[in-house]
């Protein structure tokens, strides 16, 4: 399978993560949407030119979230990442949308402000809190964001976090969040290494943009 994808791009980094916790081999092709060569060679297998894009054998798969989907679906051993039972997968559905919706982008858009030095709105500390004030309460009687077993929906929402952990959110009023986040980190391999080159690309994408 075919990856474009660049590790510093946050919807890119949960499809890595699952992959890399399905022990899937992905043929990593990287991509910078910001180089007209590269998104020429990206427009002639997604139209749309976006990252993440899979292609496997001939079958393209873009959007982040449908990718996750995909992946667990064929490639899994069981349905535990993402649940056969309507009910089941009601949930994980549900906790992909709130991700998708808003705190992805509220925590990205949060540590962006951080990494360069630009004040975090009064609005836009409480959006943040707000999301990780919900995700505590998903985890309240719950050892994963979706139910009691790991699925596609805490890859894409520990990501969110990672951006959170980047700029040193205190998590001590959620004891939930911090005992899943280090949780999560036992069931993605080498994250430690990928997230200091996660930090050290981002960096430098933002230093090049504010030259």
């Known amino acids: 399978m075919d990856l474009y994808y660049h ?8 499809v890595v993560f699952l992959a890399r916790h399905m022990g899937l081999e992905l043929n990593h092709k990287v991509t ?23 292609v ?19 490639y899994a ?15 994980v559905h549900q906790r992909l949308f709130f991700d998708s919706g808003m705190f992805q982008m509220t925590t990205l858009q949060a540590l962006l402000q951080h990494m360069t030095n630009k ?26 964001v979706a139910g009691q077993k790991l699925t596609i929906a805490d890859f894409s929402i520990f ?6 952990d980047m700029m040193k959110y205190d998590l001590t009023a959620y004891p939930n969040v911090a005992r ?12 430690k290494p990928t997230r200091e080159v996660i930090r050290k690309e981002l960096k430098a994408l933002l230093d090049s943009l504010n030259k």
Request: with cysteine; proline share 10%; charged share 25%.
């Open 119 to 144: 004040p975090i709105s009064e609005e836009h500390i409480a959006k943040v809190k707000r999301g990780v004030e919900t995700v505590e309460m998903y985890l309240t009687d719950s050892p994963y």
């Open 77 to 91: 051993l069981d349905d535990s990442l993402y649940p056969e039972n309507p009910t089941e997968r009601s949930v």
């Open 159 to 164: 990501v969110s976090f990672c951006s959170l």
């Open 32 to 54: 910078n949407v910001y180089d007209p060569k590269d998104v020429e060679v990206l427009k002639k297998v997604n139209p749309q030119h976006t990252i993440p894009t899979l």
């Open 180 to 191: 899943w986040f280090a949780k999560m980190g036992t069931h993605i391999p080498e994250l």
């Open 56 to 74: 496997d054998n001939g079958h393209v798969v873009w959007e982040s979230y449908a990718i996750l989907i995909y992946m667990a679906e064929k």
């Open 7 to 14: 590790i510093r791009s946050p919807p890119c980094q949960p």
